[in-house]
């Protein structure tokens, strides 16, 4: 078992910054990614960013490629998502996620958080 706590959400303007952390406890050792996924209101759950936990491989949507930086912390079992040039659009609940294989799908990962709220506003 796995547990996931996101935090570093709330209210920004436009153009402005945030960064979202994931901290992971339990039984970790076979997590091999965790990625973040958002869902807005009245919309389905999209992938966002992967970070492969024991490589430098990350991976991110094309929607937020260029102002989202994903990185980790293996010593803290953190990951983090820095979002930059924030846009009204970003505004969703965003999770994070854990999973044995890499994956964009919602389907391959295995545990998730609660979720944190991002409000972007023009």
């Known amino acids: 078992q796995v547990q996931l706590v996101e935090s570093g959400g709330g209210l920004v303007q436009a153009g402005g910054s945030l960064r979202l952390s994931c901290v992971a406890s339990g039984r970790t050792f076979s997590t091999l990614a965790v990625g973040w996924f958002r869902q807005a209101p009245g919309k389905e759950r999209e992938f966002v960013a992967v970070s492969i936990w024991n490589a430098g491989n990350t991976y991110y949507a094309d929607s937020v490629k260029g102002r989202v930086t994903i990185s980790r912390d293996n010593a803290k079992n953190t990951v983090y998502l820095q979002m930059n040039s924030l846009k009204p659009e970003d505004t969703a609940v965003y999770y994070c996620?854990?999973?044995?294989?890499?994956?964009?799908?919602?389907?391959?990962?295995?545990?998730w958080g609660q979720g944190t709220q991002v409000t972007v506003s023009s």
């Open positions: 996620a854990a999973s044995r294989i890499p994956g964009t799908r919602d389907s391959d990962y295995d545990y």
